[in-house]
Nanobody
Framework: QVQLVASGGGLVQPGGSLRLSCAAS?????????MGWYRQAPGKQRELVAI???????NYADSVKGRFTISIDNAKNTGYLQMNSLKPEDTGVYYC????????????????WGQGTQVTVSS
């Protein structure tokens, strides 16, 4: 079982931007898998907000559509989540995982969960 490590979070003002990274070991390859980004707000359930399929199609939750972009850099063996026009409601702990895309915004997770990275949007 592989654990992907999310990083790059921090404190930003509303309207600002952040780019999160999803690091994999050299023994792992994104080539055959979908990747998803999740977030968990305080007191709420973890939710899938973005997914990129094995075929590299992108799907987003309505709450982030048009503002977030998910991608994978095969040369660096790293996934990303570019977050623009951030809102206070984007605040939460962000996680990445990999697996099989089951639907437009559904992931059968194969990896274990890490600690995630904190994103705080506040003025």
């Amino acid at each position: 079982q592989v654990q992907l490590v999310a990083s790059g979070g921090g404190l930003v003002q509303p309207g600002g931007s952040l780019r999160l990274s999803c690091a994999a070991s050299s023994a792992f390859s994104f080539s055959f898998y979908a990747m998803g980004w999740y977030r968990q707000a305080p007191g709420k359930q973890r939710e899938l907000v973005a997914i990129i399929t094995r075929e590299r199609s992108e799907n987003y939750a309505d709450s982030v559509k048009g503002r977030f972009t998910i991608s994978i850099d095969n040369a660096k063996n790293t996934g990303y989540l570019q977050m623009n026009s951030l809102k206070p409601e984007d605040t939460g702990v962000y996680y990445c995982n990999y697996g099989l895309a089951m639907d437009s915004l559904e992931l059968r997770e194969f990896g274990s969960w890490g600690q995630g990275t904190q994103v705080t949007v506040s003025s």
